[in-house]
């Protein structure tokens, strides 16, 4: 191993506070090697806490897991949330996954803003009450970080802002057991965000069933089927206000896919889709 015991520790609470993916561009190595360096140090399994084990991101024994796909806050639509209540009444999940993108922060995008849209401290203060009512209702889940969500981070990649000035993202939204992740693999399934193409394709190309977000259009189930195996490839579409200016870019496209989904034993996918 390359590295000191110390620094694969330094390396792992960074992963902890902002993901693996900026932790490689921090420290200026690949993302390979920030998972060497948390294998590394990975404790037995009998010493594991309960928060090692989520920090692993590997969960199996039979799960109900609620999935919330992209939020976009403050530009969430408000039906949503009740929406997405129910559906957790009905199936008594055990796991959350918020898909990602759980902020928008158009004030900071790469894109062109709306010059009559929010300031920056006006729209994270309003993102940030917005999410108060899903983290008293979901206090422990994980977020597979989204593009949106990262977005200041990469700001500071480009300004060259040491780490050390950059809050981790559940330190800033206020979501202290909310755990922020790449990727989660629940009962054999992996959630992630999904910018790198559809459920579909992601599945097939992983040999592995794949929940997935980002595509606020898209909502299915598409199971790949072959002599030894079957694999699905889950779209849960997206809770965003259509109407809001931050996605003005989209109105000239399809309407969003609202809804949410819900995953059994990593056997069982089910789309349930909010009555518009």
């Known amino acids: 191993m390359p590295y000191s015991t110390k620094k694969c520790e330094q390396i792992r609470k960074r992963v902890d506070e902002i993901g693996i993916y900026e932790t490689a561009l921090e420290y200026g190595i690949s993302m390979e090697s920030v998972k060497r360096a948390m294998r590394y140090i990975k404790p037995k399994k009998e010493?594991?806490?309960?928060?090692?084990?989520k920090r692993n991101c590997v969960l199996n024994g039979g799960n109900t897991v609620l999935v919330i796909g992209d939020l976009h806050s403050p530009f969430d639509l408000e039906e949503y949330f009740g929406f997405v209540c129910d559906v957790?009444?009905?199936?008594?999940?055990?796991?959350?996954?918020?898909?990602?993108?759980?902020?928008?922060?158009h004030y900071s995008s790469y894109h062109e803003t709306d010059p009559d849209g929010m300031g920056g401290r006006d729209e994270l203060d309003l993102a940030?009450?917005?999410?108060?009512?899903?983290?008293?209702?979901?206090?422990?889940?994980?977020?597979?970080?989204g593009n949106h969500d990262r977005m200041v981070m990469r700001k500071s990649q480009t300004s060259h802002i040491p780490r050390r000035w950059i809050k981790s993202y559940a330190e800033v939204l206020e979501t202290d057991n909310w755990y922020f992740t790449d990727r989660v693999d629940i009962d054999g399934v992996q959630y992630i965000h999904g910018e790198a193409g559809t459920a579909r394709t992601k599945c097939k190309m992983d040999m592995m069933s794949t929940v997935q977000g980002h595509l606020h259009t898209q909502a299915y189930v598409d199971w790949q089927v072959g002599r030894k195996f079957k694999v699905f490839g889950m779209q849960v579409g997206c809770g965003i206000d259509f109407n809001s200016y931050a996605m003005a870019y989209a109105k000239s496209g399809k309407k969003p896919a609202i809804g949410c989904g819900v995953v059994i034993d990593g056997e069982v996918a089910i789309n349930r889709m909010m009555k518009l």
Request: no cysteine; net charge negative.
């Open 88 to 105: 957790a009444d009905e199936y008594k999940p055990n796991q959350v996954v918020f898909i990602g993108d759980v902020v928008d922060n």
């Open 47 to 53: 010493d594991e806490s309960a928060f090692e084990r």
């Open 128 to 145: 940030v009450d917005r999410l108060k009512r899903w983290y008293m209702r979901f206090p422990e889940a994980y977020v597979t970080i």
